[in-house]
């Protein structure tokens, strides 16, 4: 019996039989088992493609953990997208009481002018400006007058638009 410290497996004090061809060969589909079997599979494992032992089941402990995390998350969800509501409608608030508050001061700033262009034309025409008005087409009716009594064979004038000469009136009168 020899002795074979090469080969794996064998320790120096064993004995061996002298078939070490048969046992180098059985080795080495061994090995080449072992190897295979550790490599990665080519089918992707999920648990549509796996036999019920092999996918994985949680323990209620487990479980709890990754819904009570679930829930945190969509409850932050929840709280993010309430805060940017909240933050969207504060500034779409500020706005419109900026807008308010502009509209407003513009309108006092209207109201201003208008006292002060009323104030000033009670300065100018003191009895009123209707009256002021009066006063001036009187003026005028005065002055026509006037003329008409140093020209008194200078046709009058007509006013009115539609009527250009005497013998049209008959026929707008229809």
């Known amino acids: 019996m020899e002795t074979n410290s090469t080969q794996p497996g064998n320790m120096p004090s064993e004995p061996s039989l002298n ?13 080449a088992r072992i190897v295979n079997l550790s490599q990665s599979s080519i089918l992707p494992m999920n648990a549509g493609n796996m ?4 996918i994985q089941t949680n323990t209620t402990d487990q479980q709890d953990e990754i819904l009570r995390r679930r829930r945190e998350g969509r409850r932050r969800r929840r ?17 419109r009481q900026r807008r308010h508050q502009q509209e407003t001061q513009r309108e006092e700033r209207r109201q201003q002018q208008r006292d002060l262009l009323r104030e000033q034309q009670r300065r100018l025409y003191p009895r009123g400006r209707s009256q002021q008005r009066r006063q ?9 007058l006037e003329q008409q009594e140093q020209h008194p064979n200078r046709q009058q004038t007509n006013y009115h638009p539609r009527i250009v000469i005497p013998g049209d009136y008959d026929y707008y009168s229809g």
Do not use: G, K, M
Request: aromatic share 6%; glycine share 0%; net charge positive.
């Open 19 to 31: 078939n070490d061809q048969n046992e180098t060969q059985i080795d080495q589909i061994v090995y």
């Open 51 to 54: 036999i019920p032992s092999q």
């Open 79 to 95: 709280q993010r997208r309430a805060q940017r509501r909240r933050e969207q409608r504060a500034i779409e608030q500020a706005q």
């Open 136 to 144: 001036e087409r009187y003026q005028r009716w005065l002055q026509r």
